[in-house]
């Protein structure tokens, strides 16, 4: 069994930004060696979050955000807000609920995402951010065939 | 430390639909010989989700139901529909905010679940599909005791 | 690779009552001697969740709660109340859609969390409870230098 991570460095807009990580975090599995375990993909902050999902336009820059906005709006009165005057109460909240990590199996080295299954960074904050989002694989090795 | 796995096969109904996957599950896990460690269910999906809570009809077949319709109804404007028109906008907002991964410990030998905590799969399409849903289990398998 | 695990007992108020988890939870990954891996927080119960966010008066006693019941309302009429009169259908309802589990990349022997982001249980239901919230930790210890 083995453990392997890499670190995918990003810079965001404000707003609700969805940002395709699936590359990235192939890319990582596939680095790993691991055959057979899980990838966890997690954002250390309280204003993104980590979703799947077919990533397309309708979905990623219309039907999320106005979802958020819909039922976690940004214009009403948060008591984040009124302790910390940082405008990001709705931020807080929209990460709350949708979450900042993302486990999925890992099958023959690669993770088992569905054909229309994207992994999607979400920026949640209402200011420009530098975010470092953790991919982590644990699992099993290949056996070595030969020796 | 072992991985181990199956895939539940199922054919759903449109609209949200609820099947009870715990069983199947627990036969998973009982197989895997892992002691200790977790299991990860996952559907590589995105328009269908993995939950857990009491699987009873009155939440699983209306207030779920109803919770969807009303913080994402089917009938509003959809970007991914007017782009796609396959009449699935909402089926897609739901998965993303369920989210199609759940990891339960695992612990002597089982899913450590509460006594009113089943594992749902959810369908959230608006056709009726086959779904093949992924068990995945990793951790430490029992030590013989003889040798 | 290595499992450890502790149990983290509370009783708790009804309502919607977050309790901050994040030093049990960082004091159960120094116990574990896992380097790196993954910690998974589970609560097995149906009527109460495990999130991550600022644990700040504003956010975990005021908008979480208000975001709960703008959009989970405890008036409504719930399927589940009619057949259980338990008064706690909503307490279901959220719990299904924030979800009992949350899992963390752990690297260098600690949790990945955020310098923002800690550990929350939320109790959802209308009863005061006893709950015991499963810390389960797995991965590779560290090697030891000398030998």
Redesign the interface.
């Known amino acids: 069994?083995?453990?392997y991570?890499e670190t995918i460095s990003i810079d965001t807009k404000p707003g609700v930004q969805a940002i395709d990580l699936t590359e990235r975090v192939a890319s990582t599995v596939a680095k790993s060696r691991v055959q057979?375990?899980?990838v966890?993909i997690?954002?250390?902050?309280?204003t993104s979050a980590i979703?799947?999902?077919?990533f397309?336009?309708?979905?990623m820059?219309?039907?999320?955000p106005n979802?958020l906005e819909?039922?976690?709006p940004e214009g009403i009165e948060?008591?984040?807000?009124?302790?910390?005057q940082d405008g990001n109460?709705h931020s807080?909240?929209r990460?709350?609920?949708?979450?900042?990590?993302?486990?999925?199996?890992?099958?023959d080295g690669r993770a088992?995402?569905?054909t229309?299954?994207q992994i999607a960074f979400l920026e949640l904050d209402n200011k420009p951010r530098h975010r470092d989002v953790?991919v982590?694989v644990?699992?099993?090795t290949a056996t070595p065939r030969a020796k």
């Open positions: 069994m083995a453990t991570r057979d375990g899980v966890c997690f954002t250390p902050s309280s979703v799947t999902n077919e397309e336009p309708g979905l820059t219309e039907d999320i979802a819909r039922i976690f948060y008591g984040h807000q009124r302790r910390w109460g807080h909240v990460a709350t609920f949708l979450g900042p990590s993302l486990t999925i199996p890992v099958i088992a995402l569905g229309w299954q953790i982590q644990v699992g099993e």
